[in-house]
């Protein structure tokens, strides 16, 4: 089933946006922007910076702050020589396929493309780990480096070396503008029960997450 959240421009829609935005920047708030904080699911974050592996586990230290946003969490690695390539389409708020088999172990190639009319997020991840992702976005949407149709690449540019790098080049996790495509090749050589997903603001809670069947 696909879900489409709301009208660009509609009063429903700004109000939700602004609830998650409240909700999730109280969440982020309680945890320390220059310190190292332990996730859910055992993943040690620090500080803002994205840049990391988002439970990227072939980033040796990697992530917010050198903290390693995935580096007490095995999801993977990013992988070389796919055996497959798989295309996915993101829409407003939906992933197309939802549900993506694959043997433990194996090299896929995606090739995902937004065909909505907002700014999207492919990322590989636990649900705890999504979870916890999501106050991160929210707070870049309130510092100006997303927005709700683009990238301000001129924003996440300046917070790099700043202590919060708000950069989104991890090898598990792209954002994709409306009418653009971007790759991810994955290794899916983990025991954790992972989900594609994206964590901007509103977008997991209106149906915007889809499941990898791994198959031991």
């Known amino acids: 089933m696909k879900f489409a959240i709301f009208a660009r421009g509609t009063a429903a829609s700004a109000a939700l946006v602004a609830a998650t935005l409240a909700l999730s920047t109280s ?3 309680q945890t320390s922007h220059g310190s190292t904080h332990t996730m859910q699911d055992g993943t040690v974050m620090q500080g803002m910076n994205h840049d990391s592996g988002h439970g990227n586990a072939a980033m040796s230290g990697g992530g ?3 903290g390693g946003h995935g580096a007490a969490q095995d999801i993977g690695r990013a992988g070389v020589n796919p055996t497959r390539t798989i295309n996915i389409t993101m829409g407003d708020n939906y992933y197309e396929p939802e549900r993506i088999a694959l043997a433990h172990g194996e090299t896929v190639r995606f090739v995902i493309t937004n065909t909505g009319s907002f700014l999207h997020e492919f990322n590989i991840n636990t649900a705890a780990s999504h979870a916890e992702h999501g106050p991160m976005m929210a707070m870049m ?4 480096a997303l927005e709700p149709d683009r990238i301000n690449h001129a924003v996440m540019d300046a917070s790099k070396g700043t202590g919060h790098d708000m950069s989104h080049d991890a090898p598990n996790s792209v954002l994709i503008e409306p009418g653009q495509t971007r790759e ?3 290794t899916f050589d983990t025991m954790k029960d992972l989900e594609f997903a994206c964590n901007i603001p509103g977008h997991y809670d209106s149906g915007m997450v889809g499941d990898f069947a791994i198959q031991h």
């Open 27 to 29: 969440a982020w708030a």
């Open 64 to 66: 917010h702050g050198g």
């Open 141 to 144: 949407f309130e510092m100006g």
């Open 184 to 186: 991810v090749t994955w």
